[in-house]
Structures are given as C-alpha cells and as structure tokens.
C-alpha cells in the first residue's frame, strides 16, 4: 500500500512504500522508498498519513528494479604475486555504479 510521507530531505510530502518499521527511544521510525524519487529514506512514525483515494490511482514515476543476472565484479590485487584477477564481489564498485549511470544518461 501507497502512503504519503513527509521527507525531510526533499522539504515535501511524498508517496512511500513502506519498506520496514524500528522501534527507537523516541518512537517508530519508518523504512520508505519514495515512488516518485526513486530514493530509500526514514521518516518518524508522526509523519506518514493515509493516501487519498484519487492520488492512489497515479502510475509510479519510479519501480524497483534489478539487471537480470548481473553479479558485482571487482579486481583482486595480489601484491605478493604481482597478479591482477577480475572477481566477484559483494557489492557494487562506486565507479561501477558511476560508469552505470553515465551509460543510463
């Protein structure tokens, strides 16, 4: 379900998913993907309201999505050995997501 949320970032109201829910001292904070900005956010339990009927029915601008079958690689140095090897990783490289990016563009 679609909620409108105050971000904080943005200085607005904005539609949400809500991805999870923490229990902190002060309150609930709220995991939120931002469906029109494509941008993971918290936001306090007090500033999340239900989304009117009419704005409910609004395509997305945004969608969560992943490259089918594409895995991180990153390049393992072995000083000893003096060898490069191209290898997995367990995240993406900033100048992979980068060079990403300026593909998309």
Do not use: M
């Not at 956010?41 to 309201?49: A, D, G, K, L, N």
């Amino acid at each position: 379900q679609v909620y409108v949320v105050f971000s904080e970032e943005l200085k607005c109201w904005c539609r949400a998913l809500v991805e999870s829910v923490r229990c902190q001292a002060e309150g609930y904070q709220l995991s939120c993907f931002l469906v029109d900005y494509a941008k993971y956010c918290f936001v306090p339990s007090e500033s999340i309201r239900v989304l009117p009927g009419a704005f409910a029915k609004i395509p997305h601008r945004a969608k969560k999505c992943r490259l089918h079958c594409t895995k991180p690689l990153t390049l393992h140095i072995d000083y000893c050995e003096n060898t490069a090897k191209i290898g997995p990783a367990k995240r993406w490289d900033t100048a992979a997501i980068q060079h990403f990016r300026k593909l998309l563009e």
